[in-house]
């Protein structure tokens, strides 16, 4: 038979009696009065937040999203079919937050960093809110480094620079994520993280475009969040705030970060069907009135950060689909007049088989020559292209009505021809900034001037292997100096001439 020590069991019981704190769990609990189309509305939760995280029964998140007199209008994000009038909601006491971190580079996530790629749980304990203020002007510096997108067409004529926001905009099926797409290519090796927001697209498309990426090894340094077309509109409201959280961490750390939104115009879709199901009043298309504040607060966060904030920059690319080419739109206009410039790709100019389809004439770039190195501003280089190109167009326009034109006028006009075909690039081949200058310059200079139209390509090709294997001193001077100097200059011109000899010879 066991013995009790009675002094043992007193000294415990005075231990644990010196340990109990009287701890009260405050919880403020709300119940659901009607559920519907990804919307609850719920009575009892009055001091609840704007934009604070609630949570239903079964562990479903939803955000705050109208603070009315008697109750609380709340979005749901997730699946709200298993959420029934009466259940229970309670206030989660902090702002909608995602997590973020290096553990979520490489990985493919939903709006509320869930991972959905297979890959296992994302470990990481830091969390960002999902809504943050943008730096004010004194946190911000101009934008003056270049972010090389390897697109030849607009790294000369419409560049872009760490913590710019160019829009780009265009029809459906004109290239708009090709574009994005090449430019997250051509960060490898920059230590740019990127981040993909894939917003109302069909699940099939982003599947294609994280296998381009897988491909090219682009996923290394790249983070894709995805709010497919068959997701709750508040989820496909939320993702673009959700990603630029992700991105911020490394913005804020003094690193640089891409973020493309494709495309802002669901988002915007996405944003009436909430506000139009809350009983807000609608405007102009039905969009309530500050869809305007929803991009505003969005794109503002894209910036380059002062250095007493670490330097950091975060570059945006949003993406809107116009329909039938109205730019004059609603949501168009909007973002253009929030964004630094924008990229127009054209439908018939795309269907000529002119890709990038970047119309010249509309396409603007607010920070110019900023964002290039002073080789790509050279005047041989990028600084007359654009008004050449659009010079070029009304004289296109002018010989199909069948006049004879003067022998200058038809040389102006075939050099346009030459230079339209050495800006076309085929998708997902970004290139290196040198040698966009090399095939420019020698555009621009008049070397392809005798090169029959349709050898422009094989020229192009011919000439940067040339360069890269018998003039690699030329190339990598380049590259050091980033400027065309008056001995670089010639050098460069005899090293074109030189090939041009040799490809004209084997072409007869």
Known sequence: MTKFNAAEIASVIQAEIEKYTDTIRVEEVGTVLEVGDGIARVYGLSNVMAGEMVQFPGGV???????????????????????????????????????????????????????????????????????????????????????????KAIDAM???????RELIIGDRKTGKTTIAIDAILNQKNTGVKCFYVAIGQKDSSVRNVIKVLEDHGAMDYTTVIVAGASAPAPLQYVAPYAGTAMAEYFTYKGEHALIVYDDLSKQAVAYRQMSLLMRRPPGREAFPGDV????????????????????????????????????????????????????????????????????????????GGSAQIKAMK?????????????????????????????????????????????????????????????????????????????????????????????????????????DLTAELRPALTEAINQFKATFVKAGK
Request: hydrophobic letters at 40%; a negative charge.
């Open 292 to 367: 305007f504040y929803c991009h505003s607060r969005l794109l503002e966060r894209s910036a380059k950060l002062s250095k007493e904030l670490g330097g950091g920059s975060l570059t945006s690319l949003p993406i809107i689909e116009t329909l039938e080419g109205e730019v004059s739109a609603y949501i168009p206009t909007n973002v253009i007049s929030i964004t630094d410039g924008q990229i127009y790709l054209q439908p018939d100019l795309f269907f000529k088989g002119i890709r990038p389809a970047m119309n010249v004439g509309i396409s603007v770039s607010r920070v």
């Open 378 to 482: 050279d005047k041989q280089v990028a600084g007359g292209l654009r008004l050449a190109l659009a010079a070029f167009r009304e004289l296109e326009a002018f010989a199909q009505l069948g006049t004879d034109l003067d022998a200058a006028t038809q040389a102006r006009l075939d050099r346009g021809y030459r230079m339209v075909e050495l800006l076309k690039q085929p998708q997902y081949q970004p290139m290196e900034v040198v040698d966009q200058i090399i095939i420019i310059y020698a555009g621009n200079t008049g070397a392809l001037d005798s090169i029959p139209t349709n050898r422009v390509r094989e020229f192009e090709l011919q000439l940067l292997q040339y360069m890269k294997d018998l003039k690699a001193q030329l190339r990598n001077e380049i590259i050091e100096k980033k």
């Open 158 to 164: 419409t560049p872009i620079g760490r913590g710019q």
């Open 61 to 151: 998140i939803g955000m705050a999203f109208n603070l009315e007199e008697s109750s609380v209008g709340v979005t749901i994000l997730g699946d709200y079919l298993g959420i029934n009038e009466g259940d229970e909601v309670k206030a989660l006491g902090k702002l909608l937050s995602v997590p973020v971190g290096e553990a979520l580079i490489g990985r493919v996530v939903d709006p509320l960093g869930n991972p959905i790629d297979g890959k296992g749980p994302i470990a990481t304990t830091q969390t960002r809110p999902v809504e943050f203020m943008a730096p004010g002007v004194a946190g911000r510096q101009p934008v003056k480094e270049p972010l090389q997108t390897g697109i």
